[in-house]
């Protein structure tokens, strides 16, 4: 397999984004904070998405403490996962991974101390992590199961997808209905709740619900203004 190299967007180094800020919760306790950014464009006459998060989570327990930090940044098409970039530090333990799709497959080169490269076939997977609820609410079914690749542990996954009856939140100062997407995560033996709503041909995520291992936690957003996009930042 040949070396997946960092490639640069062709587009101009800023661009009109939204920049959303999200709290992480565990009852009413703050865990941390997710920072996230979202650029829509034309390439070639085709729209792609663009998304940068950054995420802070600190915990303390009887037993032990928890510290995660990482960023990543994921571009998608119409095709779907285009590339992705990620660096996580969890619990001092680094991990590092960066993909490309070429050709019929997606290419990840991970990095935890122990390098190595995997492959994907794009017949073997519906989506990814970051845009599996935004391809089901696409699809117009009541539920689905979707194969999706997790970009946090690498690996596949089937997502079953249920919607549910629509709501109406409190989103950037105005009241907006939303998709509510309950999901269960065979392989990860997780699910919850999401609450989307529509964006830029697609679909925002403005809170979620999730339950794992017996711990649950919420993430809701708390901002959402315009801002700009540059590569150097």
């Not at 565990?26 to 950054?54: C, K, T, Y």
Request: hydrophobic share 35%.
């Amino acid at each position: 397999m040949s070396t997946v190299t960092p490639r640069k967007e062709t587009s101009p180094p800023a661009q009109p984004a939204d920049a959303l800020q999200y709290r992480v919760l565990q009852g009413e306790r703050p865990l941390g904070h997710v920072a996230s950014r979202r650029r829509v464009w034309l390439e070639d006459g085709m729209p792609r998405l663009a998304v940068r998060n950054e995420m802070a989570v600190r915990a303390s327990g009887m037993w032990a403490d928890y510290a995660l930090d990482s960023r990543e940044e994921v571009v998608l098409d119409g095709r779907g996962v285009l590339r992705y970039e990620g660096t996580q530090v969890e619990d001092g333990e680094r991990t590092t991974a960066l993909g490309e799709r070429r050709g019929a497959r997606f290419e990840l080169r991970v990095d935890d101390g122990r390098p190595r490269d995997l492959a994907f076939a794009l017949s073997d997977f519906d989506a990814t992590s970051e845009d599996a609820a935004a391809r089901f609410l696409q699809g117009g079914r009541s539920r689905a199961v979707l194969r999706v690749l997790d970009l946090d542990r690498f690996e596949m996954d089937e997502v079953e997808f249920r919607l549910l009856p629509p709501q109406s939140v409190a989103v950037a100062g105005a009241t907006r209905p939303v998709a509510v997407v309950a999901f269960d995560c065979r392989g990860r033996r997780s699910g919850g709740t999401g609450w989307h709503v529509p964006h830029a041909g697609g679909h925002v995520l403005v809170q979620e619900s999730v339950s794992e291992d017996g711990d649950r936690h919420d993430v809701k957003l708390i901002n959402w203004e315009k801002t700009t996009w540059n590569h150097a930042t």
